[in-house]
């Protein structure tokens, strides 16, 4: 790494804060997101939406190839100079209109699939954005490889606001219809590119020494290659369900799915993307990478697989509740799911560990034995029907598990009890979850009570039960984190009342005597 960089004076303590501002950012995205709708479908109707979504189908395809995984590999680069970022630039912006330029010549393929033809003209003027997106590529990349995700996160926020709330809704009062959709995409992407040029000022004059751009493009090629096989692996039971159940007996798979997976897969991945560029920081130093590994991957287990077993206990509260009572059938399927989800995002930091230590090839091979696998097993289940479906996803997530254990433990010398021993905090904390709401949802059942009142009352054990293991029994592995939260949890000024900071000052006492094996203060 360069002198010119940015290096932060502890790389737990930029990850503990950059987690903070990404799962801010998401946070208040996602709130955003909601009114935006909400305004939206009072303005426009239901057509219009629906042209948007069948043109994003379309889109989604070329963006796999758009970048190329060049941000990838520019925040990935162990040494980066100023060619590598002119390089990345030049790359990134011809690659946005090669691939802009190739969707509008095969826009009209788009009516082989949908008998509408105003998609054409949308994924024609919506191809733009592959090119509005590249210009900020190395920008966004440069932020990330740097750990800045607190300024990141409020150009984020500020480019949606300015955006959606500005362009996409003056439009859509002016009776713009579908064009003010668009025309929010497009100016969300052009802002946050500008925005985060303003942030860096990289270079932007072109390079055309093709030695800086082999690296660059062999290593985000094959990014590209897995992000195109992972969309496929997790689209494929969809896919199958649409083609042989038909869109009914999908609604129910899909929602059942989603009800689970957002929430779980928010928590995992605001971690995830703080993880990329701090493991790449730390690619070629193993003890350093091992540690972080576990602890990482120890921390989602240890929220992950709770909220799991918490959902498929509570899943008919939840489901009766958030659906209604007509979806009663996606119950058993959560409760299948909740399998599947739970060794799906404990995996996460062992595929980002292959990214940021360039272990692509065997990532690729990983994933085509997966959908290998997947599709063997749908046609072994599918005579079950959807809950055939849901076991398939299930057991090959479990296998899957096992693939990306092999591959770490060959990379970062773990040995296998190392690598077993990340899920047992998280599955002692899910029967202790599973358990508790298990009986109180026995004790309510004689009361009749509504599914609002007996979720919260099962929400609310499972939470106060979880806390209490983490606080009381925290894995050695995360000990070292939370103690850097504490120190951050001290800088507030409504924090700094004498009782409170001396209860954090014994419980870093109890974390740190943990965490070394000394004899354990009470806290």
Not at 389 to 406: D, L, T
Not at 483 to 489: M, R, S
Request: charged share 10%.
């Amino acid at each position: 790494m360069s002198a010119t960089e940015q290096q932060s004076p502890s790389l737990v303590s930029s990850a503990l804060r950059g987690i903070q501002w990404t799962t801010a950012a998401a946070v208040t995205t996602a709130l955003l997101q909601v009114g935006y709708t909400a305004v939206m479908a009072r303005l426009l109707p239901p057509a219009a939406f629906g042209l948007v979504a069948l043109a994003g189908v379309v889109l989604r395809f070329g963006g796999y190839f758009a970048e190329m995984g060049l941000g990838h590999a520019l925040v990935q680069k162990p040494e980066l100079t100023e060619k590598d970022v002119r390089a990345t630039f030049t790359a990134a912006c011809l690659l946005g209109l090669g691939v802009a330029g190739l969707t509008w010549v095969l826009a009209p393929l788009a009516t082989l699939f949908w008998r509408e033809a105003a998609v054409v003209q949308l994924v024609r003027v919506m191809a733009l954005g592959f090119v509005l997106t590249s210009l900020g590529t190395t920008g966004t990349s440069l932020l990330r490889r740097r750990m800045q995700f607190d300024t990141l996160a409020k150009l984020e926020v500020l480019a949606y606001v300015l955006a959606y709330g500005g362009v996409g809704v003056t439009l859509a009062l002016s009776g713009a219809g579908v064009w003010s959709l668009v025309a929010a995409s497009m100016a969300q992407q052009g802002l946050l590119s500008a925005a985060t040029y303003a942030a860096t000022r990289h270079a932007l004059r072109p390079l055309w020494e093709r030695a800086h751009y082999a690296p660059l493009l062999r290593y985000g090629s094959r990014v590209s290659v897995i992000s195109f096989l992972e969309f496929i692996n997790s689209n494929l039971d969809t896919l199958l369900i649409g083609r042989l159940l038909g869109s009914a007996l999908l609604g129910i798979y899909n929602r059942a799915f989603m009800l689970l997976f957002l929430p779980a897969y928010f928590l995992a991945n605001s971690i995830a993307r703080v993880a990329f560029p701090a493991f790449s920081q730390i690619q070629a130093q193993l003890e350093r990478l091992r540690s972080y590994y576990l602890a990482s991957t120890t921390l989602v287990a240890t929220l992950v697989f709770p909220l799991c077993a918490g959902v498929a206990v509570a899943a008919p509260s939840l489901v009766r509740m958030l659906l209604g009572p007509q979806w009663d059938a996606a119950v058993p399927v959560l409760r299948i799911l909740c399998i599947a989800i739970g060794f799906n995002l404990t995996t996460l930091f062992a595929g980002v560990v292959a990214d940021a230590r360039a272990n692509l090839q065997q990532k690729v091979w990983l994933n085509l034995q997966y959908l290998t696998l997947l599709a063997v097993l749908f046609v072994l289940l599918r005579g079950y029907g959807l809950l055939g479906i849901a076991a398939a996803v299930s057991i090959g997530e479990a296998v899957r598990a096992g693939m990306y254990m092999r591959l770490t433990r060959a990379d970062l010398g773990l040995t296998v009890p190392q690598l077993l021993r990340v899920y047992v905090p998280g599955l002692g904390a899910a029967a202790a979850v599973g358990g508790s709401i298990l009986l109180v949802s026995w004790a309510l059942a004689a009361y009749q009570l509504p599914a609002l009142v007996a979720l919260l009352v099962q929400m609310s054990t499972g939470a106060v039960v979880l806390l209490t293991v983490l606080l009381r029994w925290p894995p050695v592995e995360v000990c070292p984190a939370l103690t850097k939260l504490l120190t951050l949890l001290r800088r507030p000024v409504f924090l700094r009342s004498g009782w409170l900071l001396t209860s954090l000052d014994r419980y870093e006492q109890f974390l740190l005597a943990r965490q070394f094996g000394a004899a354990v203060p009470a806290f």
